[in-house]
């Protein structure tokens, strides 16, 4: 398994977050718009596409409470990101 600090895989998301459907599917989403994903320890760390200090981060663990509460937090972090690029 990978150490922490080191970014993730959706194979290391899926084996992790398999009880938890709705968050999967906002983490892939996060990796879809260009986010990605570091070990935390007892969770992971997601990170804008503007990977210094000023970027985005939010900290998601392992056992969330309610799945679909924190899928919603997730995908509305990550669309209120204004560090995305312009295609």
């Not at 935390?40 to 760390?45: C, I, R």
């Not at 210094?52 to 995908?75: E, F, M, Q, V, Y």
Request: proline share 3%; with cysteine.
């Amino acid at each position: 398994d990978m150490g922490s600090g080191d970014f993730v895989t959706l194979s290391y998301l899926q084996r992790h977050y398999r009880g938890y459907p709705e968050l999967l599917a906002a983490l892939r989403y996060a990796l879809d718009q260009g986010w990605r994903v570091r070990d935390a320890g007892h969770g992971v760390a997601v990170y804008c596409q503007h990977a210094n200090r000023a970027g985005c981060r939010r900290s998601i663990p392992h056992t969330p409470a309610k799945d679909a509460n924190a899928a919603k937090r997730l995908r509305d972090y990550v669309d209120g990101c204004s560090h995305i690029e312009e295609t």
